[in-house]
């Protein structure tokens, strides 16, 4: 849902349900199917759940966004876009996440690629985004003091921004 701190955005339906909770879910998914139709459709989704980590993250990562697309097919407008934020560990491997976590990201990638072709004929473009590193408070000193590091950022990442992210917090 929106930040508290910030209220409801303009423009902004949100669903909130527990992605785990199968019956529960298509309840969600009906009654927002009959609200009209739908132009965009973005998914932040991950597993922080106690118990069995794999079994979490697929039904989080892999169901639940498979479950979401397919309940709302019907309602997509033709110019409609469908965006999977997923991971770089889709595609490398980051000791401190689980192999769960791992394998959902990385079938997020291809579920990705099998809905852009699926959901071309009606219209709807489906985009995955796969962040790199986030700057976390438990990590900053070590970003921000980084100089070799910062400069290989400098080299790979697009915007020219780094300098100004990194100044601006100082």
Excluded: C
């Excluded at 303009?10 to 309840?27: C, F, H, I, P, T």
């Excluded at 490398?92 to 852009?116: N, P």
């Amino acid at each position: 849902p929106p930040d508290a701190k910030l209220g409801p955005v303009d423009g902004v339906q949100y669903l909130l349900a527990d992605l785990n909770e199968r019956e529960n879910l298509s309840k969600v998914l009906n009654e927002f199917a009959r609200g009209g139709p739908l132009g965009d459709l973005v998914f932040f989704q991950r597993f922080r759940g106690d118990g069995d980590q794999w079994a979490g993250e697929l039904e989080t990562g892999l169901t639940a966004t498979k479950t979401v697309i397919e309940a709302l097919l019907g309602i997509f407008e033709n110019g409609s876009a469908v965006v999977v934020v997923g991971s770089v560990i889709g595609r490398f491997v980051a000791e401190e996440t689980s192999l769960g976590y791992h394998v959902a990201k990385a079938g997020l990638e291809e579920m990705v690629r099998y809905y852009a072709v699926q959901l071309a004929k009606k219209g709807v473009r489906v985009n995955g985004v796969s962040p790199s590193t986030f700057e976390k408070e438990e990590s900053r000193e070590f970003f921000r003091s980084n100089e070799e590091l910062k400069e290989f950022y400098k080299k790979i990442v697009p915007l020219d921004s780094l300098d100004k992210q990194y100044s601006d917090r100082a």
